[in-house]
């Protein structure tokens, strides 16, 4: 069976586990390895994009256990000139459709201000379906067309507007997290689910929460109001939940 969880969450740094039998993988290391390391150990890494707080532990992690690094070939060469890989790293391009282990692993562009942000959509050796859908300003059309009907969504759910403009963030910050390669609000990432909701998607978890400008409460809400205008009740149409700075559960399993 699958099973996937939130290690970590937020600008302070992302990790996503993702694992069937054999078939393990992280999606990002942005904590450093240690802490990692106290909740894994043998695993396949896949980077969304070079940002500090997706990618701070990779390239010791990767090479204390000799495991290959997935990413777009350009976020790779930035990793690299930004000392976050080196000739010690097992580095792999993905920038499209292929095979990991016993996994399609499937990546669609996202819209976040990085050299080449992507997600990643999983299809599991059981034929589950897990997608990581996070840091991106506003849903792009690959997200869209890659989407529809997977079993388990991480979706970013990163901020209030709201809150951003009454914030203390310099203008400047403010302007980038609204803009379109910034990150995704919470009633963007409502209306979305709603979407992902008749689709045939049933589990959700909102990811990457700012802890400045959002709070999970409203997050929960926000999307729970979507979906409910949508006729679906939680806890018997669909799963909910909202991922923790650090894992504080178990893995959901599917």
């Not at 150990?41 to 940002?51: K, L, N, P, S, W």
Request: with cysteine; charged share 20%.
């Amino acid at each position: 069976m699958s099973k996937a969880c939130s290690l970590f969450s937020g600008s302070s740094g992302n990790s996503i586990y993702v694992g069937c039998g054999d078939n393990q993988i992280l999606v990002d290391i942005g904590v450093s390895a240690r802490r990692c390391e106290q909740k894994l150990r043998q695993v396949g890494i896949f980077v969304t994009h070079e940002h500090g707080d997706h990618a701070a532990g990779v390239r010791v992690f990767a090479a204390r256990y000799h495991i290959p690094v997935f990413a777009h070939p350009a976020v790779l060469e930035q990793m690299a000139r930004q000392g976050n890989l080196n000739e010690k790293v097992d580095a792999r391009p993905f920038a499209e459709v292929g095979d990991f282990m016993d996994l399609q692993v499937l990546p669609f562009a996202l819209s976040h201000d990085s050299v080449a942000c992507q997600g990643y959509k999983f299809t599991m050796p059981d034929g589950r379906r897990i997608a990581v859908c996070t840091d991106t300003g506003y849903i792009t059309s690959a997200a869209k067309a890659a989407l529809p009907g997977t079993d388990l969504v991480f979706l970013e759910s990163n901020h209030e507007p709201s809150m951003v403009r009454a914030g203390s963030y310099p203008y400047p910050l403010q302007q980038r997290i609204l803009s379109d390669t910034g990150h995704l609000s919470n009633t963007d990432c409502a209306a979305f689910a709603g979407e992902l909701l008749r689709s045939g998607t049933t589990r959700f978890v909102l990811s990457h929460l700012s802890r400045e400008n959002n709070m999970p409460s409203l997050a929960y809400q926000t999307t729970v109001a979507a979906l409910t205008a949508l006729g679906a009740r939680p806890e018997v149409d669909y799963r909910l939940q909202v991922a923790a700075p650090e894992q504080e559960g178990g893995c959901l399993v599917l």
